[in-house]
Every structure is written in C-alpha cells, then in structure tokens.
C-alpha cells in the first residue's frame, strides 16, 4: 500500500506520501468523493487514492449492431464493464480511449483522490518507483483476470473472478477471506459478459457447492481452503522484485 | 518499439539499446526461439522481445469441476487463454502465478529475445524508464480488452477484440489495417469465452456483414473506414506522456 492513512507508521516511504498529501491538499490536488460520483479525469495525470476504493469502468463505443445500423434503437444501448478497483495506496490513470471509454468512479462514500502531473514526481523519486511498480503489479493483475475471462463455462469465469478479486483485496474474517467492497450482480455481469440474472442464479449454485460464501452484509468471501487461497499473495501482493 | 533492428536509426535512445544487446549477446541473454517455443521465464527478470512476436497465454489452475469433484475427468482439462502480443520492441514480465499460470510462447519462428535483472537497468536508466512507461501502456491497452470481454454478446466481444488487436499492432496495406501476426480460430475463441466452432461462424458472419477481412495468408484485416480506426492511436500507439 503506498499511501497509508494510519499516521502511526513512521517509516521513510510513509514521509514521503505524507508529505505529497500535504502538497496535495495546499494545492488544492485533492478531493473527496460520494459513492458512485465520477472522478473527472485527464490523460497525462496521475491519480492517487487516499481513501476509499475506486471503481474502473470501460464503456463500448462500438458494436456490431451500431456499426452495422441493423437497429436504430441499438444506437442508444451502451454496455459498461466493471474493470476493476483501485484501492487505497494505490495509483491510477486513464489513458487509452479508443474505441471503449474508460472512466472512474467512487466506489464508496468518502473516497478520496490526489492527482498530480508525473512531473511533479521529480522531486520524490521513490514514490515515482512505487507508482511504477504498482503500475507493473496492475498489470499483471489484469492477465490474471483476461486468463479466467477467457474460460467458456460462465460459472468458472465467475469463480476465478471472484477468487482474483478476493486473492488482491481479500481481508481475512472468521469465515474466510472477505471482499471488503460490495458488488452487484449486474457489476459482476458486466465484468466478466454476462447478466445480471445469470449471475444471480450461478452465485447461488457456488454458495450451494460451497465454493463462496455470502456475508450479512452482502459482501462475498471465499471459505477458508488453505489450497484454494495463497495466504502469501493476499499478505504481499505485491511480489514483484522491487529492482 | 523500444528496441529496433534498423541500425539506420541513430538517435541517442537507439544507443542505449544497441548497447543493451552487445551486451546481451556477450552475457549469452539473447536467445532465439522457435515458433510455439515455450520461452522459459522466472519472476523477477525482465524479458524484451528484440524480433518477431511473443504470445500470452494463460491457463487456469481452477475451475469449478475440480474444486468439486463432480468429474474424475475435469481434472485432466486445462483451458489455455491467448492474452495478448508482445512486439519486438516491447518488453514482457511473468510475475502472477496463482490461480492461473502465465506463460511465454514464441508466436514466429526467429523470434529472439534477451533477459535480464532489473538492476541491470540501473546502468541505463532512460531505457528503464520507457520499460515502465511500455508496461503503463500495456496496462492500459489490457483495460480495454476487459471492457470488450465485458460484453454480453459473443460477436461485440470478437469485433472488439479483433479492432483492439489490430489498433495497436495493425499495419496499413490496400485493403486497410491488417493484423500482421496470424490466429487461429481456436486462440481467439479461447482469449474470448467461446470456442473454435463459434468463431469460425461469427468471423463469417463479420466478414458478410463487411466488418472485417481475410487476406490471402489468413491474416485478419478491417476495411479501411476512417470513423473506425483511429490512425492517430495506430501510428503513434504510445499516447502516455512520458513524464
């Protein structure tokens, strides 16, 4: 985690972030957002989350009905895919746009953004390796992901999305591994090119199986299997060789 | 492309990679593949492809057969994901393990490509930085792989895969931008959800419907139509700011 809300820690990194947040807020590069507000973002910055969880979306431009203009109605249908979280401590930035949309979202209330230009980086070096490393991670998060997208049954896309999801975020509670932001079912659809009403019916077949679990409070974890979850890639997901 | 085998170009970055693989091939990390060679990696080092094109594939370690039981059989199958290209120019890393294993293939005969630790970076610190920004770049375009795989139907999700492919790597001929690396059916139906079967009827149903094109030697192409293609995002891929 790079930025660190808990003023407790004292280690050298942790003075740097400190003192990037109070340079954010003095110029004014820092906000607090509603849950689901859109962050207004801008290619060639760089965004920190201080708080709370971002939510990634990409939304299609094309299809082929639009393109091939078979339906006028077509026109007016966009498919959004969730793409993932940003959570606290983590970077993120919105480049690419071409042909699918992406935007980012307060995925809580109370999330809070820094944004900066990579320039400004210059003068903390340290945390401009860190950014980059977690870029680095990011990505290699995202082949994991396109690895269990590429599955044809929908329920195993589902299960290895949820296991990603809960193996880089996952907090361990009494039952299991937790993920600790909520999701809906038609979230969940979107991410992995399915319906809302598909995943209803396919969670519940995993929860039959026990494979996953559901919290009270609607969040899902994954029953403890010392097998399934990699202890070691939940405390330290970021394994990449700092270099 | 971060390394080029022109040796024409004689701009000052082009030392430093020049430099890199004298060295490279004095320190035997310059190896040349076969196609469909598995490239042996390890997590830590840091691979660049100097010619031809490496292929990602992910394989899933879990599926909800296996995790039941319900079949002695399930156990034996393995569904291999394409995940992407790598250029010669570009770099790749294999870092993310579990739950699905990434692997390096050589997608062209002669395709060569060198190794080494990132503090070997640290004698060329400006080629360090285009590795970062090359990975920034990858990361991105993986995210708007996710928003096409989001997609419900399984043709929005070819088209989208096939216009992401050929966006980044595509190259001008008559006909309009061609995908300069061949795929099987069976790689596409496997980075998408579906299956060989499948693809082979909806890339007919594409190329009916003048969405997209087939030259000679197989490779896929998409008929020139300027609102489509972005001739900015294919000549000049790398739109991040290089800080």
């Known amino acids: 985690m790079l930025l660190s809300s808990d003023s407790s820690e004292a280690s050298r990194p942790f003075l740097a972030w400190q003192r990037i947040l109070d340079w954010a807020r003095e110029h004014y590069r820092y906000r607090v957002f509603n849950k689901d507000e859109r962050v207004p973002t801008r290619a060639g910055l760089l965004y920190l989350v201080h708080r709370g969880v971002i939510r990634l979306v990409g939304t299609a431009q094309i299809n082929v009905s639009t393109m091939t203009s078979v339906s006028q109605l077509s ?6 895919a969730f793409l993932g979280f940003v959570a606290a401590g983590q970077p993120f930035e919105i480049v690419a ?7 980012a979202y307060s995925h809580m209330d109370q999330t809070s953004v820094i944004w900066l230009y990579w320039q400004d980086l210059d003068n903390w070096p340290h945390v401009r390796r860190e950014v980059l490393d977690a870029f680095r991670y990011q990505h290699q998060r995202k082949l994991l992901w396109l690895s269990t997208l590429g599955q044809r049954r929908t329920i195993d896309r589902l299960l290895g999305f949820i296991t990603l999801l809960i193996e880089e975020f996952g907090e361990p509670t009494s039952e299991g591994y937790r993920l600790p932001f909520p999701l809906t079912h038609a979230q969940i659809g979107s991410a992995i090119g399915s319906t809302r009403v598909t995943i209803t019916r396919l ?7 026990g494979l996953i679990g559901i919290q009270e409070d609607h969040l899902i974890y994954l029953p403890i299997k010392p097998d399934l979850v990699t202890i070691d890639a939940v405390e330290n997901p970021v394994s990449v060789e700092p270099g």
Chains 1, 2 share one sequence.
Do not use: A, D, I, W
């Open 75 to 80: 026109h007016q249908v966009t498919e959004e």
């Open 97 to 103: 746009q071409s042909p699918f949309t992406l935007e």
């Open 203 to 209: 969670m519940g077949k995993l929860r039959q199986q």
